[in-house]
């Protein structure tokens, strides 16, 4: 009887324990820009912290792309790419890995070095 008492609230635990990792992130977009212009992608904050993997392909220019703290990029035209968690600069093509911290609202800027379209796919390993 006391064996039950306990194993109840042990087996409760680790099924809560079982699902406390980031969830899921796996997006796709394709953009057709002009040079010099911007788009973000935010995705939502995680509990618990997290890699993020960005793969992107540009047909025709060179384009820089990074992952930022949203406080270091509120405003996505005025980005210093210096201060991105990780960032790859002048390149048609690449991938990127960034560690998030926990609870921390982060967004992925790309910017077009002449006219181009990008593909981009953001994921979290999961």
Do not use: W
């Not at 911007?38 to 904050?45: C, K, M, T, V």
């Not at 047909?59 to 960032?87: L, N, P, R």
């Not at 690449?94 to 921390?104: F, H, K, M, R, S």
């Amino acid at each position: 009887m006391l064996a039950r008492f306990f194993s109840l609230p042990l087996a409760a635990g680790l099924i809560a324990l079982s699902g406390c990792g980031p969830a899921r992130l796996d997006e796709t977009k394709n953009y057709s820009l002009g040079a010099g212009e911007y788009r973000s992608i935010d995705p939502p904050s995680q509990p618990k912290a997290q890699t993020i993997t960005v793969e992107f392909e540009s047909t025709a220019a060179d384009v820089d792309i990074g992952v930022f703290k949203e406080s270091d990029a509120k405003e996505i035209e005025s980005v210093q790419f210096s201060k991105a968690i990780k960032a790859e600069t002048g390149k048609k093509k690449g991938t990127l890995t960034a560690d998030v911290p926990e609870n921390t609202a982060y967004r992925v800027i790309l910017q077009a070095r002449g006219k181009t379209d990008v593909k981009l796919h953001v994921t979290n390993g999961k």
